[in-house]
């Protein structure tokens, strides 16, 4: 047992100074070797081309007409003639309310009319009377004029007792609650046995899905910056255009045109509201749901693009690392101009020569050796027209 002690304590020594050994021979070579590699990065040329300005927003598709269905007489919803969520032609029957009261009052407005004017009548022959009495002195001038008055007044009667008739007849007729439009319904439609109070409540929701709105909300400088660039375009035939890209990054294949803008900047947001019109002939686009609208405005020629997450920021200062002489990283100050798709303009800073880090910017500091592997905008992603940033939704 004694010897078996010894000696796994003397090949645990011999290990430990192997393993010394071993660093230390590690440590020789790297200094001997020279410098350590680089650091890895990704970098890619700036690209120069001609590039269309655009504008992104946040925006939420609504209905272009919509309509809250009520009733025009009150009582129980007796019958349903449709469904939540069929689509409906104007004029189609939707509710039928319950009309037995509005029956009787036709019935009753019925019996009026009939009654006064026979009253009426009687009077009138009582007139062609006396004017024939008049005619032979037998009666007096002042009861011809008294019984002319009461026909004047009979009559009276018989008229107002007729609009009465046509107003219960109205009534009767509103029993059945027709779609004031064409358009879907909405699936909130109320139950049969529901009591409508007239005027109030809603019985369903209609509205049209082709045309739909697309409203969303420019800040006051992007407002400036827009008309700034469609100024430029007044006598050109190259117009602003309006697409959306849906919510699952799927572009609306159709594209829309502004038809409405709000007369004022809202006081709470300083935002300005619109609206662009956009067919849906297939109903893929639903009131409620959410898009990112582009404007496209004048094209900038030669424009410097670099990918936006090559530019950082620090406080009012934007930069961007690129690939210098004998691959050392250089920081370049350069100024901002507009988002397209997934890049900025360079207004100022850089030059179509340079080499910019896309990727690998995580603590890299200026003057750093780099190891840079040159990529392709289609391998990182980048495009001119799908954005990496969401804006802000402002829809006041």
């Keep these: 047992m004694l010897i078996t002690r010894r000696n796994t304590k003397r090949m645990t020594g011999l290990i430990v100074v192997s393993l010394v050994a071993a660093l230390l021979l590690c440590s020789c070579g790297t200094q ?28 939420q598709i609504t209905g272009k007409d919509e309509v809250k269905v009520q009733a025009k ?39 009026k009319v009939a009654e006064s004017e026979a009253t009426l009548t009687n009077a009138q022959t009582d007139l062609v009377r006396d004017q024939s009495l008049l005619a032979a002195d037998a009666v007096s001038e002042q009861t011809v004029t008294t019984q002319r008055a009461n026909v004047k007044s009979y009559q009276a009667v018989v008229d107002a007792d007729n609009a009465s008739l046509r107003k219960a007849q109205q009534n009767l007729d509103d029993t059945v609650v027709y779609a004031p439009m064409s358009g879907k319904l909405s699936v909130d439609d109320v139950a049969e046995g529901t009591y409508a109070n007239a005027g109030s409540t809603a019985l369903v929701t209609i509205g049209s ?76 686009l639903k009131p409620g749901m959410f898009a990112r609208v582009k404007l496209t405005g004048k ?9 936006q997450r090559a530019v950082q920021q620090l406080l009012d200062k934007s930069f961007v690392i690129v690939v210098g002489a004998d691959n050392k990283s250089e920081s370049k100050t350069v100024t901002l101009g507009d988002k397209i798709g997934s890049y900025y303009v360079i207004t100022e800073g ?10 690998g910017l995580t603590n890299l500091q200026e003057g ?29």
Excluded at 42 to 59: H, I, N
Excluded at 225 to 236: C, G, P, Q, R, T
């Design 32 to 59: 001997r070797g020279g410098q350590p590699d680089g650091t890895k990065v990704k970098a890619m040329k700036v690209l120069q081309q001609d590039a269309p300005s655009t504008f992104e927003y946040a925006g």
């Design 73 to 111: 007489v009150s009582g129980k919803v007796m019958q349903k003639y449709i469904r939540g969520g069929d689509t409906v032609q104007e004029g189609q029957p939707l509710f039928k309310i319950d009309s037995r009261q509005y029956e009787s009052d036709v019935q009753s407005a019925q019996a």
């Design 209 to 284: 899905s082709n045309p739909v709105y697309v409203q969303f909300s420019l800040s006051e400088n992007d407002y400036l910056k827009y008309m700034d660039s469609m100024s430029l375009n007044a006598d050109s035939p190259e117009k602003a255009t309006v697409s959306i890209v849906l919510s699952n990054g799927t572009a609306y294949p159709i594209s829309g045109e502004i038809v409405q803008s709000d007369r004022a900047l809202s006081d709470n947001t300083g935002t300005l509201k619109m609206k662009a019109l956009f067919d849906n002939p297939e109903g893929v």
């Design 299 to 307: 094209t900038i020629s030669n424009a410097i693009l670099v990918p």
């Design 350 to 359: 850089l030059t179509a020569d340079d080499i910019v880090v896309v990727e």
């Design 368 to 396: 750093k050796t780099l190891d840079a592997q040159m990529v392709t905008p289609e391998e990182m992603g980048f495009s001119l027209t799908t954005s990496q940033t969401t804006a802000t939704i402002s829809n006041s």
